[in-house]
């Protein structure tokens, strides 16, 4: 038997936090019933907690997919240890578990993305002139990987020329994300959170910080287009089969490297 | 599994596996029982016809046409996410959760599904618990584990982790029973719980309720006023008159620990801070009046 299971952030004070886990599990059992026997939600804020998943599922053969954008403090130290992971590749007690890599870096996440930006602007008019896609990241100081991911999904998204300018931005470190909705040099700016949930930050700082006022917001030189969260797109659901999949196809050479 | 790993014999030895045993075991269990098993907050029985029938507990005796009927067992997670008066519930083993609502399954996989979203892990915990496998990690060997933030939790004292125990986890606020204790060597000294659900390590929500403990600890030590209060708790006895003076006292979420009229934060109160406002008198005796 197979069992996905996919690891969220949780939090002990909003539901958003785990919802898309939640919405991609279901449409992982609904789109790839023949593959996944067992499809499992984990979090490291709610319940069940990543400590005890495992001893929810009956399946032998474990993917592990952290519903994260970046690699980082939680990917390569929270997750493998309390899942009690040895590496990307984990067999113990009869069992084999896997352990994918994070959404963001994926090569399908772009995909995601402009299929965010599509659903953004469907049925909506443009300024004549030039569109920019603002990608917008957390970002740390602590942690180069959280803007790292931001900055290559903007230069996959640049390299198929798709709109006249491809920028980042961010709330935690530079470039501020304000500076480049309010400096990038087009009539239309399309900004896309690049982050799993809906959230305080997706709600509330960001709008207000920006003065947005919805979707849509007109200012006196430009359009801002605000999307959704990347991660709340149903195509995540397949990313997330993407990831799981991946493993089986590295698991013999990553096996020979840990054991 | 951890909690399998004592009965491994060999690496050629066939898989035990507990989570399908546990779903086994909690459906033979149901089916014993006609009259219904209660578990947490809630009543399960097993219908006539086949199935299983899931309610609240206050719902026992209520006609099924007075509740909100679901049949898919993953509704069971809706069900479970917020209380009557809409709050987010982070800890589904809180005793808050809502009312009007009846879940009928089919077949034992069905059952574990609803359990699994009303009570996770409840049910392999209970099925280890009664088998006397269930694996109990201490808040130390737990502590020890944490990174981050909440690495400070390590430096909690012995009388912290008591204190935080008893306004964390008794059963006015979680209806798990706790298992496990400080050390080794060491047994909480809270009220473990009477109910049917084993806790067998300190959660999340209570290394987030540790946290706060430890600051306050923290500041016990240097920044006690001349009456012997820290700015903490002064901060809450204010923030308690202020909001007792407007009628009404509203409490912050669940989890919200940072904020004065948390639920939790004020019980560890009245261990920690009433005694020292009435040194001579009972803290759990209300004045008469």
Redesign the interface.
């Known amino acids: 038997m197979k069992a996905l299971v996919i690891v969220g952030h949780g ?5 958003d936090s785990s919802l898309p886990v ?1 919405e991609h599990a ?1 449409l992982v059992r609904d789109r790839y019933a023949g593959e996944f026997d067992e499809v499992v939600e984990c979090f ?6 990543m ?8 399946s ?1 053969d474990i993917y592990v997919v952290p519903a994260f954008i970046s690699e980082g ?1 939680f990917t390569q ?2 997750i493998p ?1 309390e899942l ?1 992971l040895s590496g990307p590749v984990t067999r ?4 084999t578990i896997r352990y994918a890599g994070p959404l963001g870096t994926y090569e399908g996440m772009p995909d995601v993305i402009l299929e965010r930006v599509d659903d953004l602007l469907e049925g909506k008019e443009t300024r004549p002139g030039r569109t920019a896609l603002v990608l917008l990241g957390h970002g740390t100081d602590l942690n180069k990987n959280s803007s790292g991911v931001i900055y290559l999904n903007a230069e996959r998204i640049r390299e198929r020329g798709v709109y006249d300018l491809v920028e980042v931005g961010f709330l935690d470190q530079d470039p501020p994300i304000a500076e480049v909705v309010g400096g990038v040099e087009a009539e239309n700016v399309v900004l896309i959170p690049v982050f799993i949930a809906e959230g305080w930050h997706t709600r509330e700082t960001i709008p207000e910080d920006l003065g947005l006022t919805g979707e849509v917001t007109e200012m006196a030189d430009r359009t801002v287009f605000y999307g959704a969260p990347v991660g709340t797109h149903p195509s995540v659901a397949d990313l997330i089969v993407s990831r799981a999949r991946e493993t089986d196809e590295r698991e013999a050479e990553l096996a020979r490297d840990v054991s | ?5 004592p009965e ?1 014999s060999g690496g050629e ?8 045993e546990a ?1 086994t075991a909690f459906a033979a269990w149901v089916e014993e029982a006609p009259g219904g098993r209660s578990f947490g907050q809630i009543v399960v029985r097993p219908l006539p016809e086949g199935g299983y029938e899931l309610r609240h507990a206050a719902d026992a005796g209520l006609p099924d046409g007075d509740l909100d009927v679901h049949v898919d067992p ?1 509704e069971a ?1 809706e069900i479970a ?2 209380t009557e008066g809409g709050e ?1 519930r ?3 083993s809180s005793p808050n959760l809502r009312r009007g609502w009846l879940l009928r399954v089919e077949g034992e996989r069905g059952l574990y599904v609803a359990m ?1 979203y009303l009570y ?2 409840a049910v ?2 209970w099925h ?1 618990h009664r088998s006397g496998e269930l694996e109990i990690t201490t808040y130390r060997e737990n502590a020890a ?1 944490q ?2 933030i909440y690495k400070r939790v390590q430096r909690l004292s012995d009388e912290g982790v008591q204190n935080a125990a008893r306004a964390c986890c008794e059963d006015a606020v979680c209806l798990k029973k706790t298992l496990w204790d400080v050390d080794e060597n060491t047994p909480l000294e809270s009220e473990r719980g009477e109910g049917e659900i084993p806790c ?2 300190p ?3 209570f290394v ?1 309720f540790a946290r706060r403990v430890r600051l306050f600890e923290r500041e016990n030590k240097r920044d006690l006023d001349a009456i012997g209060l820290s700015p903490s708790e002064k901060e809450d006895l204010s923030a308690l008159v202020e909001a007792a003076a407007t009628g009404s006292v509203p409490l912050a ?4 620990f940072e904020e004065p009229l948390n639920e939790r934060r004020m019980r560890y109160r009245r261990l920690t801070l009433v005694p020292k406002l009435r040194p001579d008198g009972d803290a759990a005796t209300p004045e008469e009046g």
């Open positions: 939090s002990h004070l909003n539901e939640y279901a490291w804020k709610e319940e069940p907690s400590r005890h998943v495992l001893d929810l599922v009956e032998e403090y130290q929270v240890r009690g113990r007690d009869g069992r | 599994m951890r909690a399998t790993s491994r030895a066939p898989r035990r596996n507990t989570a399908a779903r993953r997670r996410k917020l987010y982070p800890l589904k699994n996770p892990s392999v915990h280890l584990r990174s981050g067998p390590e959660c999340s929500i987030s979420r669940e989890a919200e």
